[in-house]
């Protein structure tokens, strides 16, 4: 995209305008590069115009775009016809009726954005200007296809603190997205600590500053039980999870050396040897990995090999050579004199060398003797029953 930009600005001839209209949903990964190509190369007399398209759109780039090229940016809805916008932009540029618009003079203390678009037909145009509180002279000048134009007005001095806190935040806000603008293009290296002395200033929320809520009354009842809830992730309508990076395209097994690992923890257990309550297993916090495909249900033996048995901890791993699904829901331990008890369990899955390694991890509150069976029932309704040995003893 960015070689195609480039070329796109390029004018068939020294003196011509180029009007450039960038139609993307911004799912590129290098909006930075583009905003610096377009900002540092953008020739003069040409314009660059965004419109944003799709559910979930990547404004990160077509914002920044359209500023950097003097331009306009164009946001279509889920639904809305994206010829439609692109024909009434196409009927504006027809038209410029100011070009090259600038706004200075001894009133002025900030204009945002700092690079005006141009003035077309139907379209005027806005800008957020900071003013002394003793006035002075604004002028606002161009270029049209007649000529230079200028008009200059009078700014009375007034008296600060009186101004609409709505159109004071408007030009804090205009300058941050300038910032944005220029730290997205790799323009300016202390735009972070600009940012945030603005959101401060103006008491606006941005990328680093924030408003907090303080609720007076406790909204948990710190007597009762935490719950941990599991969320899916909420995808943009037309949007894959693979498309997002979220979870790969296919699942199988990496290649050899390849390694990766999917973490859950879980609460220190309560294991008694005379009952059988434990803590409830602890939902997963992320997932990382894909779901393996869906396997007959039913039993399926498994081996496994105790690799630590240390007081109150047992870590226990679990090798298989093909996918199985794995989201335990219950772990029922056999111990060498028959007695079953139900146990929860931390556990850490990765992929390495073709192989499929669980690891459990089992806490107690006393000593704990090896066990010599587990039953494992996993959120799909599989049931693995794994033997154990002893890693130590071969």
């Known amino acids: 995209m960015q070689a195609g930009v480039v070329e796109a600005l390029r004018p068939l001839r020294p003196t011509a305008q180029r009007q450039v209209v960038l139609l993307t ?64 932009l196409l009927a504006q540029m027809r038209d410029p009726l100011l070009t090259e618009v600038e706004v200075s003079g001894s009133a002025v203390m900030g204009v945002a954005p700092a690079r005006l678009p141009d003035v077309y037909a139907g379209a005027p145009l806005r800008a957020a200007v900071k003013l002394r509180a003793e006035g002075g002279e604004l002028s606002v000048r161009g270029k ?13 001095a007034v008296a600060t603190g009186h101004a609409s806190a709505a159109v004071v935040n408007l030009y804090g806000r205009e300058a941050v997205e300038d910032l944005e603008m220029r ?79 999917m973490r859950y923890s879980g609460a220190s257990l309560a294991l008694g040897r005379s009952g059988t309550t434990w803590a409830a297993l602890e939902e997963a ?41 794995w989201d335990p829901v219950a772990v029922e331990v056999t111990w060498p004199d028959s007695t079953k008890l139900e146990a929860e369990i931390a556990w850490e899955r990765s992929t390495r060398q073709q192989v499929i390694r669980v690891r459990l991890s089992l806490k107690a509150d006393g000593p704990l003797l090896a066990p010599s069976q587990l039953s494992v029932t996993t959120g799909k309704g599989e049931v693995l029953t794994v033997s154990l040995r002893d890693a130590g003893r071969g």
């Open 144 to 156: 049209t296809p007649d000529g230079a134009w200028e008009e200059s007005i009078d700014v009375a």
């Open 25 to 88: 949903d911004g799912l590129v990964g290098f909006e930075s590069e583009i905003v610096a190509t377009v900002a540092r190369d953008l020739p003069a007399g040409s314009r660059l115009h965004a419109v944003a398209v799709g559910s979930a759109p990547n404004r990160a780039l077509t914002g920044p775009a359209a500023r950097a090229g003097r331009g306009v940016e164009v946001v279509t809805g889920l639904g809305e016809d994206a010829g439609a916008a692109i024909a009434r």
């Open 285 to 325: 916090r992320s997932r990382i990995l894909p779901h393996p495909p869906r396997v007959p249900r039913g039993p399926r033996s498994l081996a496994g090999r105790l690799v630590l048995r240390q007081g109150r901890e047992i870590t226990i791993e679990i090798d298989a050579n093909q996918p199985f699904e």
């Open 183 to 261: 730290r997205a293009g790799g323009m300016q290296t202390d735009a972070d600590r600009a940012i945030e002395r603005i959101g401060l200033d103006f008491q606006i929320a941005t990328r680093l500053t924030s408003w907090v809520a303080v609720s007076e009354e406790p909204a948990v009842d710190p007597t009762q039980p935490a719950r941990r809830e599991r969320i899916p992730h909420a995808l943009p309508a037309g949007i894959s999870a693979e498309g997002l990076g979220l979870r790969s395209a296919t699942f199988g097994h990496p290649r050899a050396g390849v390694r990766m690992t």
